[in-house]
C-alpha cells in the first residue's frame, strides 16, 4: 500500500464540451501529473469541483478510470458529502477500486454543530463501511466548508478508528494549526493543503502536501520536498501569485495554455471561466516565474495574447 507521503496534486476536472467528464483525457492527465512529480494524485477534491457532480457520475467516472488502467492505488478519492448514504456509498466504491485513501470534508450544509455529531456522522459513516473501509484523510477545509475538525475531534476519531483515521489535510492556510495538528496527532498523516506550508510541515513533521496549484508546480515541489530547500522561496512565491487568481479556473487555463486543448478550460457552474483581465494577470505571473534554470513550469505555460475575451470580466 503506498504511503501517504509527499507531493499530492488536487486535480482538476476535465470536461466535455457539454460539461460532463472527459473519463478518457481525466486518466491521460493523471498519468502526466503522475509522470511530472507527484506522489499521487487527488480526484473529486475541491479543484475537482466535486460538489458539482452527483454520486452516480462520480461513480461512473471512477469506474471508468479503473477501467482504463489508472493506477488507482494512487489515487485519493474525495468522497465527502452531507448525506452520510451518499458519503458510505462513495468511500466503499474508493475502497473497492484499491484507491489508495478516501479524503473526507465534514457535513458542510449546517454549521456551527457541535463536535459530538460530527463524532456520530464519522462513527456511522465507517461503521457502516465495515470491512470495505479505506484509509481515510479528514479534510479541514473550514473556510470552503464553513465546518472544520478540531484537534479534538481528530483525536477522538484516531482513537476510536485508528486503522482507518490515518491523516488530515489542512487547508486552514494557518501554520500554527498545522503544528498543533502534527504535534497532537501521534498516528495520524499531516498534509498541508499547499504547497506554500510544504517546507514548514516538513520542518514541523508533516507527511507533505496536497494542493491545488500542483497542477503546474507538481516539478517544484517535489524538488524542494525532496530536500533542494533553496527552490522553497521560489516555491512560496508562485503559489501565493497563483492563488492571488481564481485557482481552479486558472489552473484549468493554464493547462489548456500548455497542451493546447481550449477545451480544458470549461468548468462546471455557478464556475466560470477566467475573464480577459486575469488571463493578462496569470500571464504576468508566469512571466515572473523566469529566475532559476530548470525550472520548467515557465517554459510550459506561454501565452498568446488574448484579442478578445475569452470569459467573463
Same mark, same amino acid.
Given at each position: ?53 452527483? %454520486? ?22 474525495? /468522497?465527502?458529502?452531507? &448525506? ?28 456551527? %454543530? ?49 486503522? %482507518? ?9 494557518? &501554520? ?5 495538528? %502534527? ?104 512571466? /515572473? ?25
Amino acid at each position: 500500500m503506498i504511503p501517504l507521503e509527499g507531493v499530492w496534486a488536487a486535480s482538476v476536472t476535465p470536461l466535455t464540451p457539454n460539461l460532463e467528464v472527459d473519463v478518457e483525457r481525466f486518466h491521460r492527465y493523471i498519468g502526466w501529473l503522475l509522470d511530472k512529480g507527484c506522489h499521487g494524485v487527488v480526484v473529486f477534491g475541491t479543484t475537482g469541483e466535486a460538489n458539482s457532480f452527483t %454520486v452516480a457520475e462520480r461513480r461512473a467516472v471512477l469506474d471508468g478510470l479503473c477501467r482504463l488502467g489508472t493506477p488507482m492505488d494512487r489515487v485519493i478519492v474525495g /468522497t465527502g458529502c452531507s &448525506a452520510e448514504p451518499d458519503t458510505i456509498e462513495l468511500t466503499s466504491q474508493a475502497s473497492a477500486l484499491g484507491c489508495a485513501a478516501a479524503l473526507l470534508l465534514p457535513p458542510f450544509y449546517y454549521k456551527d %454543530v457541535p463536535d459530538e455529531g460530527l463524532f456520530q456522522y464519522f462513527s456511522r459513516v465507517i461503521e457502516g463501511l465495515g470491512a470495505s473501509t479505506p484509509r481515510v484523510l479528514f479534510y479541514h477545509f473550514p473556510k470552503m466548508a464553513g465546518v472544520g475538525f478540531s484537534l479534538s475531534l481528530l483525536q477522538r476519531l484516531e482513537a476510536a478508528f485508528p486503522n %482507518v483515521a490515518c491523516g488530515v489535510k489542512d487547508s486552514s492556510g494557518d &501554520a500554527d494549526n498545522l503544528t498543533r495538528l %502534527v504535534k497532537g496527532l501521534d498516528g495520524m498523516a499531516v498534509f498541508a493543503g499547499s504547497e506554500a506550508l510544504l517546507p514548514y510541515a516538513m520542518n514541523e513533521g508533516g507527511v507533505g502536501c496536497i494542493s491545488a496549484t500542483a497542477n503546474v508546480t507538481s516539478e517544484l515541489a517535489r524538488r524542494v520536498y525532496e530536500g533542494e530547500n533553496e527552490l522553497g522561496d521560489l516555491m512560496i512565491r508562485t503559489r501565493r501569485a497563483l492563488e492571488s487568481l481564481p485557482v481552479i479556473a486558472s489552473m484549468k487555463h493554464l493547462l489548456a495554455e500548455h497542451f493546447s486543448e481550449p477545451q480544458l478550460r470549461s468548468v462546471r457552474p455557478p464556475l466560470v471561466p477566467i475573464g480577459h483581465k486575469d488571463v493578462t494577470k496569470l500571464s504576468q505571473v508566469i512571466e /515572473t516565474l523566469r529566475p532559476l534554470p530548470n525550472i520548467h513550469l515557465e517554459a510550459e505555460f506561454q501565452f498568446q495574447p488574448a484579442a478578445k475575451p475569452v470569459g467573463p470580466a
